[in-house]
Structure formats: structure tokens, C-alpha cells
T-cell receptor, first 113, second 110 residues
């Protein structure tokens, strides 16, 4: 069964460094999403992406964040100048055209020291 | 704004039924979802219900939707120890963003 994959599973970085989290969505899906879950808190929407453009973004998704689909299979989230409060589990999701049903990857745990 | 609320913890014995409840606020939500998260794993889509339905059954899972009260429930029949996990209720809001509850931790004891 096709699934969303994410790498790395765990990333440790120093405050102020840049990180890139990678996702491979399900191959025939056209809509891509990033969510995050800070430990003990709700899963929060960050951004959605379609047709090489951001469709929607939350207040969390400020200038520190960017997304890109560098090729036909990968979808990346870049966090510039990481802060301690960026420590969280980051989930990628994808959905087919014509449906709102989103399938999630296993997540990347980001730890900022 | 949109908000989804769930009870945080439920403990049942193996073989019993489990009922996990959720309330949501966005009456325009078209779909409502249940996701399962096992320890150290991602969010697994369990089931979903379209907003014009009031019930959906899928093997051991039954979803009930009361649109008037904005109440959603997930019933797991014959609960097994492998069902122990965190269960998230979520609604579609905005363009196509999911708003999640905090999750209900289900603990199934033998």
C-alpha cells in the first residue's frame, strides 16, 4: 500500500542553524501539507501546497519557514535559524485531487538545542 | 475560531467496547476524521464520515455524528490490546486544513 515517507526520523540541531525536513508524498497525490506537534500539545497545521504554490498557511508559518517541491517526488520544509520552540514532531501529509482525506507520514522529530 | 475537544484518557478491558467522544465547532466541516497514533509512530487514518451522514460502520469501528450538537464519537467493538493508542478527532476547516483535538489515550488491559 502506498504511503508517505519522511526523512530523517530524528534531527538534532543547534539553535540558529537551518534544517531541511524531507517528505515523499504518495505518488499520485497533488496536495501536500506540513503539520507539527509540540510535545503534549495538539497537532497544528502549518502549510498546504498545490501546483507549486502555497495554498494556505497558518500564523505559525512565518518568514522562518519555507516549502519547496524540488523535483517530482520530494516535498521539503526548511526552517531557517531554528529556535528552541521549534522543537516538535513535524508531519507531512498528502491527498489526492478531489478529496480532503489526508494521509500522514511517520513524522520527523526535531530537537533544537 | 475552530476548536476540537476530546477527553484525554480512556481505560477499558480487553473484549469490552470503547467509546471515544469529540466535539467540534466548525459547522461547515464537510468531513470529520479519526486518526490513530501508536507510540513512536505517525498518524494513521482510521476512518472518516461525511457531514451529511449520521453513522458509518467499518468492521469493528462505528462512527456516530450528531450535527446539531457538533458531537462525534468512535466506538471500537471487542477492543483488543493492540488498539491501545492515542486517537485523534479532526475536522476540515478553511481551504483544506485539518484541525485536531488533543487526542484521547486509550489503554486496553488484558
Amino acid at each position: 500500500e502506498p504511503e508517505v515517507t519522511q526523512t530523517p526520523s530524528h534531527q538534532v540541531t543547534q539553535m540558529g542553524q537551518e534544517v531541511i525536513l524531507r517528505c515523499v508524498p504518495i505518488s499520485n497525490h497533488l496536495y501536500f501539507y506540513w503539520y507539527r506537534q509540540i510535545l503534549g500539545q495538539k497537532v497544528e497545521f502549518l502549510v498546504s501546497f498545490y501546483n507549486n504554490e502555497i495554498s494556505e498557511k497558518s500564523e505559525i508559518f512565518d518568514d522562518q519557514f519555507s516549502v519547496e517541491r524540488p523535483d517530482g517526488s520530494n516535498f521539503t520544509l526548511k526552517i531557517r535559524s531554528t529556535k528552541l520552540e521549534d522543537s516538535a514532531m513535524y508531519f507531512c501529509a498528502s491527498s489526492e485531487a478531489g478529496t480532503d482525506t489526508q494521509y500522514f507520514g511517520p513524522g520527523t522529530r526535531l530537537t533544537v538545542l | 475560531g475552530e476548536d476540537v475537544e476530546q477527553s484525554l484518557f480512556l481505560s477499558v478491558r480487553e473484549g469490552d467496547s470503547s467509546v471515544i467522544n469529540c466535539t467540534y465547532t466548525d459547522s461547515s466541516s464537510t468531513y470529520l476524521y479519526w486518526y490513530k497514533q501508536e507510540p513512536g509512530a505517525g498518524l494513521q487514518l482510521l476512518t472518516y464520515i461525511f457531514s451529511n451522514m449520521d453513522m458509518k460502520q467499518d468492521q469493528r469501528l462505528t462512527v456516530l455524528l450528531n450535527k446539531k450538537d457538533k458531537h462525534l464519537s468512535l466506538r471500537i467493538a471487542d477492543t483488543q490490546t493492540g488498539d491501545s493508542a492515542i486517537y485523534f478527532c479532526a475536522e476540515i476547516s478553511g481551504y483544506s486544513t485539518l484541525t485536531f483535538g488533543k487526542g484521547t489515550m486509550l489503554l486496553v488491559s488484558p
